[in-house]
């Protein structure tokens, strides 16, 4: 018996009172899917120093056994997206590959090309002036295709660290046109069933321009492509004052949300913890997702019930895979408070421009305690009540820790 028992029946009752189905909110709570990178378990991230974390993952194999970790503890993160080469498995054995993640009781989830790392790609990838590395480029991309293939994946996220770093550098124009005219190509070439999600960053590394540097440049490169090609909104890319939930709600109605890459946005990048600054925010970027798969209008619907869920986060001073379990919990509060939100109630209230009414509505909701809830579905899930706790608890970094000792590269497959 958990210690939250009292608390989760006075909860459920004062809930199901105020017209909710505790039931149908546990269930839904039970389908959640976040999926964690591989490169969140190594020693990676960050454009200055990246500590040396004691125990920190070297190869493939190892991250799948941390992200299987991080499943066991929280019940919703079956599902690990891997990068290549980072994760190139030797003699290109993907089936091999494929086979420890589900040994372990994860999967192999998006594909995630690398288009930035090498000496090559100093002048950009696909937006390169030079036709033989946008060919190298193109062909990584190709690669990846197949690779989608061979692990049974239906993402792939496209992540190009493209742009120009001084005015005059290059052709602003000519570089928007090469990547029209390489992307079809990708785009052609997915698996029957895979989606194409297209990654923008504001800056960085390049920072006169930035070739996708926004929603709506990835927006507008998917229209050219076709259904299968969706935006994927990464929390960490955007300027502090941006309001994402509303780019989340745009791309919804139009059917072109793809996905998520969770972290925060005060790093700028990918290495802070989601809602670890703002999860007010986290909730209201939810309450558009389950709203939209609440009602009733298409695409918005549909396409809220295809939505990638996925981590990019590199965690530098605070261990590895606590925070990563601690990320996925902040996805669970900020969902399970989103389906705590009377839509029908809302949308009265918002039809009668009652502002303050709208507003208390929703921030009443945000302030409730589910806490009780998430430790009675985990306690259904058969997963421990307070998995941060029986995480410590378990001794699996000791057991890393002594058997992987310190690493300071973030290594590769093995
Ligand atoms: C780039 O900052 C990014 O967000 C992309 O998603 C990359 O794939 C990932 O981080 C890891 O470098
Ligand atoms: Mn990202």
Same mark, same amino acid.
């Not at 009292?6 to 546990?26: F, H, M, N, R, W």
């Not at 992200?67 to 030797?90: C, F, L």
């Given at each position: 018996m958990s210690n939250y028992h009292p608390a989760y029946e006075i909860l459920a009752e004062s809930l199901e009172c105020q017209g909710i189905d505790v039931t149908a909110v546990k269930k839904a709570l039970k389908l959640q899917?976040?999926?964690?990178?591989s490169w969140g378990y190594a020693n990676s991230g960050t454009r200055f120093k990246a500590f040396a974390w004691p125990g920190a993952a070297t190869t493939t194999r190892q991250k799948m056994d941390d992200a299987a970790m991080v499943h066991k503890m929280t019940g919703i993160a079956p599902s690990v997206a891997i990068h290549i080469p980072w994760d190139r498995p030797e003699d290109d054995d993907y089936e091999g590959m494929c086979q420890y993640a589900e040994a372990q009781?994860?999967?192999?989830? +998006?594909?995630?090309?690398n288009v930035f790392q090498d000496d090559e790609y100093?002048?950009?990838s696909l937006g390169n002036p030079d036709p033989a590395i946008r060919r190298r480029a193109l062909d990584h991309l190709l690669e990846c295709c197949q690779i989608m293939r061979k692990v049974k994946s239906d993402v792939l996220s496209l992540w190009f660290a493209d742009g120009t770093n001084f005015a005059g550098q290059d052709s602003l124009r000519g570089r928007k046109q090469r990547f029209e005219q390489t992307l079809?190509?990708?785009?052609? %070439?997915?698996?029957? %069933?895979?989606?194409?999600?297209?990654?923008y960053k504001f800056f960085e590394p390049t920072f006169y321009s930035t070739d996708l540097p926004d929603w709506g440049t990835s927006y507008a490169m998917c229209l050219k492509l076709g259904s299968q090609a969706q935006v994927l909104v990464d929390l960490g890319h955007h300027a502090q004052g941006v309001n994402i939930e509303h780019i989340v709600a745009f791309l919804l109605v139009e059917g072109r949300l793809g996905g998520f890459h969770f972290n925060n946005r005060k790093y700028a990048d990918d290495d802070l913890i989601v809602g670890s600054v703002n999860p007010y925010e986290l909730f209201l970027i939810y309450n558009e997702l389950t709203s939209a798969a609440?009602?009733?209008?298409?695409? +918005?619907?549909?396409?809220?019930? %295809?939505?990638?869920?996925?981590?990019?986060?590199?965690?530098?001073?605070?261990?590895?895979i606590a925070p990563i379990i601690y990320s996925v919990l902040n996805c669970q509060e900020a969902y399970a408070k989103s389906l705590l939100v009377p839509q029908d109630r809302l949308a009265a209230v918002q039809a009668k421009g009652n502002v303050l009414e709208a507003h208390r509505l929703i921030t009443d909701v945000y302030r409730t305690d589910v806490r009780p809830l998430l430790a009675q579905v985990r306690e259904e899930m058969g997963v421990p009540t307070d998995p941060i706790t029986a995480y410590w608890a378990s001794s699996y970094e000791e057991k890393i820790r002594s058997e992987r000792g310190l690493a300071t590269t973030s290594g590769g497959y093995q």
């Amino acid at each position: 018996m958990s210690n939250y028992h009292p608390a989760y029946e006075i909860l459920a009752e004062s809930l199901e009172c105020q017209g909710i189905d505790v039931t149908a909110v546990k269930k839904a709570l039970k389908l959640q899917h976040i999926e964690t990178p591989s490169w969140g378990y190594a020693n990676s991230g960050t454009r200055f120093k990246a500590f040396a974390w004691p125990g920190a993952a070297t190869t493939t194999r190892q991250k799948m056994d941390d992200a299987a970790m991080v499943h066991k503890m929280t019940g919703i993160a079956p599902s690990v997206a891997i990068h290549i080469p980072w994760d190139r498995p030797e003699d290109d054995d993907y089936e091999g590959m494929c086979q420890y993640a589900e040994a372990q009781g994860v999967s192999v989830g +998006a594909v995630n090309p690398n288009v930035f790392q090498d000496d090559e790609y100093r002048l950009g990838s696909l937006g390169n002036p030079d036709p033989a590395i946008r060919r190298r480029a193109l062909d990584h991309l190709l690669e990846c295709c197949q690779i989608m293939r061979k692990v049974k994946s239906d993402v792939l996220s496209l992540w190009f660290a493209d742009g120009t770093n001084f005015a005059g550098q290059d052709s602003l124009r000519g570089r928007k046109q090469r990547f029209e005219q390489t992307l079809p190509t990708v785009y052609e %070439n997915l698996p029957p %069933n895979g989606r194409m999600l297209i990654e923008y960053k504001f800056f960085e590394p390049t920072f006169y321009s930035t070739d996708l540097p926004d929603w709506g440049t990835s927006y507008a490169m998917c229209l050219k492509l076709g259904s299968q090609a969706q935006v994927l909104v990464d929390l960490g890319h955007h300027a502090q004052g941006v309001n994402i939930e509303h780019i989340v709600a745009f791309l919804l109605v139009e059917g072109r949300l793809g996905g998520f890459h969770f972290n925060n946005r005060k790093y700028a990048d990918d290495d802070l913890i989601v809602g670890s600054v703002n999860p007010y925010e986290l909730f209201l970027i939810y309450n558009e997702l389950t709203s939209a798969a609440q009602g009733a209008e298409e695409p +918005a619907r549909s396409t809220s019930r %295809n939505v990638a869920y996925m981590l990019d986060q590199c965690h530098n001073i605070e261990g590895k895979i606590a925070p990563i379990i601690y990320s996925v919990l902040n996805c669970q509060e900020a969902y399970a408070k989103s389906l705590l939100v009377p839509q029908d109630r809302l949308a009265a209230v918002q039809a009668k421009g009652n502002v303050l009414e709208a507003h208390r509505l929703i921030t009443d909701v945000y302030r409730t305690d589910v806490r009780p809830l998430l430790a009675q579905v985990r306690e259904e899930m058969g997963v421990p009540t307070d998995p941060i706790t029986a995480y410590w608890a378990s001794s699996y970094e000791e057991k890393i820790r002594s058997e992987r000792g310190l690493a300071t590269t973030s290594g590769g497959y093995q």
